[in-house]
């Protein structure tokens, strides 16, 4: 199942590793590896990236960066082919996602003449940037009968799905909260009517992607690998006023 129906379907520039990604799944959806498991080695990648910015190499921390993407991409693919959906797995992703993301800004900031505001800046910036698309992603999703584990509003604790626990939902959703919460109210209060919205056209969904994590990792990597390692926090600080500009377009249509 895709995450959205084909007619609804944008060109999504964040997420470019979804083909390896969806090879992967495949290839491995008749083993007893979970999509947990490919969670788990997304977070393994994305400690060696960083591992690797720390020690100036730079190549490196831009394939591991890249590969987390598309292993970050093959944990929901697999869910979708084994048809084991779970919100486990969805607050394990984000909750990874968030921690990895402060790690990467930190061994930036930690390797550049940054200073720890603009950095944890910076972090806070991408954090609201994704969170824009997110929020407009899920809205499509659940109104086109997409893939509707993600929700439009993390309000309550959701039922655990066949095959999980309700425990470990309690536990993952709590700690999403703690770290997503603030960054979902901003968003909600700065676009209340996008839940409401019926026009989110192609071209603009395009546009917002760019907010999305893998769009960020591929710049990151880029910029690294160029030697612009020390304009990656300025960037990502002043790219962040395209949400302004990217709700304003929203309301307009």
């Known amino acids: 199942m895709s995450k959205l129906p084909k007619e609804h379907k944008f060109i999504d520039l964040s997420d470019y590793g979804r083909i390896p990604a969806r090879i992967l799944a495949t290839s491995i959806k008749n083993t007893s590896l979970t999509p947990i498991h490919v969670t788990v080695s997304f977070i393994v990648s994305g400690i060696i990236g960083i591992i690797c910015i720390l020690n100036n190499q730079f190549l490196a921390a831009g394939f591991f960066l890249i590969l987390k993407s598309v292993l970050d991409a093959a944990d929901g693919e697999l869910a979708r082919i084994k048809k084991t959906p779970?919100?486990?797995?969805?607050?394990?992703?984000?909750?990874?996602?968030?921690?990895?993301?402060?790690?990467i800004f930190l061994a930036i900031w930690h390797i550049t003449d940054s200073n720890l505001f603009s950095c944890i800046l910076a972090f806070l910036g991408i954090q609201l940037q994704g969170t824009l698309y997110n929020y407009y992603y899920t809205i499509l999703r659940n109104r086109h009968n997409g893939d509707t584990t993600s929700r439009v509003f993390e309000n309550e604790v959701p039922i655990a799905l066949p095959g999980e626990k309700q425990k470990h939902v309690n536990i993952l959703f709590g700690l999403y909260k703690i770290l997503y919460g603030g960054f979902?109210?901003?968003?909600?209060?700065?676009?209340?009517?996008?839940?409401?919205?019926?026009?989110?056209?192609?071209?603009?969904?395009?546009?917002?992607?760019?907010?999305?994590?893998?769009?960020?990792?591929l710049v990151i990597s880029i910029m690294l690998v160029s030697g612009f390692k020390d304009y990656i926090i300025p960037f990502f600080i002043l790219y962040s006023v395209m949400i302004f500009v990217f709700i304003g377009i929203r309301k307009t249509l």
């Open 86 to 103: 779970s919100y486990t797995g969805r607050y394990f992703d984000s909750v990874a996602d968030i921690l990895l993301n402060l790690l």
């Open 184 to 217: 979902d109210k901003i968003i909600y209060r700065l676009d209340r009517s996008a839940a409401k919205s019926k026009n989110f056209p192609n071209w603009l969904m395009t546009l917002v992607s760019t907010f999305g994590l893998g769009f960020q990792l």
